[in-house]
């Protein structure tokens, strides 16, 4: 079946760099990508989200480029800082699927100081 | 706005139990959902509403009850607990289906 995932389970970074966090899909059907982050003990939280019809969008500190071809989605995240330590998931939306989002496994970041 | 909200947010239950797990949303959005998260396994839909009146089953429905009287509170109810219904609950929910979903902040559940 067709699913969203993650190429790495852990990443760690040190305090300044920058970072980023991988995704790939295999459902040519999804139009809609979403990035979530999710701190201990907390619900996910809304970073950043990108529609098929572009290749990239910039948040603040935070990029997401979306490459069709390859059915591959990345984070990335400017001067990455302590607070930034959390596990960050990718969400896709298939219209063949009936719309509803899918989530990834997750990749926790580890920021060191 | 508060936001989603959900309440309680730590429960132990003993195997046989009901309880329910409440949500509101004070944005006035028609979709609402349920999701169970595990470790390694992600976020599984339990079930879901895309307004009031309508709900319909995600991935995992098994085991779990819901109802959505009004747009506000969509509330999930266990029926009889069982230990493999040990995890964190959270409800999600957009102005409409596969639209970005806002979170609440989780229910941990145990059930013994």
């Known amino acids: 079946g067709e699913s969203v995932g993650l190429h790495l389970p852990t990443l760690s970074v040190q305090e300044g760099d920058n970072s980023i966090i991988n995704c790939a899909y295999s459902?040519?059907?999804?139009?809609?990508f979403i990035w979530y982050k999710q701190e201990s003990g907390k619900g996910p939280q809304f970073i950043i989200d990108?529609?098929?019809?572009?290749d990239k969008r910039q948040g603040q500190r935070v990029t997401v480029l979306l490459n069709k071809t390859v059915k591959h989605l990345s984070l990335q995240i400017a001067a990455t800082q302590p607070g930034d330590s959390a596990v960050y998931f990718c969400a896709e939306r298939a219209y063949n699927q009936g719309g509803k989002l899918i989530f990834g496994q997750g990749t926790e970041l580890s920021v060191k100081p | 706005n508060a936001g989603v909200t959900q309440t309680p947010k730590f429960q132990v239950l003993k195997t046989g139990q009901s309880m329910t797990l409440q949500c509101a949303q004070d944005?006035?959005?028609?979709?609402m959902s349920w999701y169970r998260q595990d470790p390694g396994m992600g976020l599984r839909l339990i079930h879901y509403s895309v307004g009031a009146g309508i709900t319909d089953q995600g991935e995992v429905p098994n085991g779990y009850n819901v109802s959505r009287s009004t747009t506000e509170d969509f509330p999930l109810r266990l029926l009889s607990a069982a230990p493999s219904q040990t995890s964190v609950y959270f409800c999600?929910?957009?102005?409409?289906?596969?639209?970005?979903?806002?979170f609440g902040s989780g229910t941990q559940l145990s059930v013994l």
């Open positions: 459902n040519s059907a999804s139009d809609y």
């Open positions: 944005m006035n959005h028609e979709y």
């Open positions: 999600a929910s957009s102005r409409e289906g596969g639209e970005k979903l806002f």
């Open positions: 990108i529609r098929s019809n572009m």
